[in-house]
């Protein structure tokens, strides 16, 4: 049997897609001899991919990228001179879901963390999709620039794990403090 493929005119797709989010930090200051010091601080935020819902298909299929919305937060709690650090990230585009959760402790200038990836909020353990562990170390080479790098690793739990064990991922991380973007607000 001999199938037969139309071949288009073109080699490429290009089309306009857009996202957008917003992040809201916030910190407890409180004062202790003679300075401030940052007890609890966090980051919540939202954000939306594909917002123009573009074609993306190659042989002009009419279904379109669905929105994909994500949810996030964190804090982190310091003890003498570790922080703990849990968080949540939740997302979902058309029917799939995944929420993860997790925290990292973080002891400068190392950090470790272990998080857990759902195939949706409720956590139970037959919809778990992998297990991620985290570990790196941070440096401040200049006074308001902080530097991470960090190895993870994403243990598959899900029916993927025939096809792939895990994901090896290494991240560099630039932090830039004490930037602040209404100053009418801090004061």
Not at 149 to 161: C, E, K, N, P, V
């Amino acid at each position: 049997r001999q199938c037969n493929f139309g071949t288009p005119n073109f080699s490429s797709v290009s089309y306009a897609d857009f996202g957008a989010g917003l992040a809201l930090k916030f910190t407890n200051r409180q004062k202790t001899k003679r300075k401030f010091n940052n007890k609890i601080t966090g980051t919540f935020g939202a954000r939306f991919h594909h917002l123009t819902t573009p074609k993306d298909a190659f042989l002009g299929a009419k279904e379109r990228l669905p929105i994909k919305s994500v949810a996030h937060g964190n804090m982190n709690f310091l003890f003498g001179k570790i922080i703990f650090a849990p968080g949540v990230i939740y997302e979902r585009q058309n029917k799939f879901e995944t929420f993860t959760v997790g925290m990292n402790v973080i002891n400068k200038p190392f950090f470790a963390g272990f998080w857990f990836r759902n195939q949706n909020y409720m956590m139970l353990p037959k919809k778990y999709d992998s297990f991620i562990v985290t570990t790196g170390i941070h440096f401040s080479p200049k006074r308001q620039t902080n530097y991470r790098i960090a190895y993870s690793f994403d243990m598959t739990m899900s029916r993927l794990r025939s096809s792939s064990v895990g994901t090896h991922e290494i991240s560099f991380i630039i932090d830039y403090d004490d930037r602040v973007l209404f100053r009418k607000i801090r004061n």
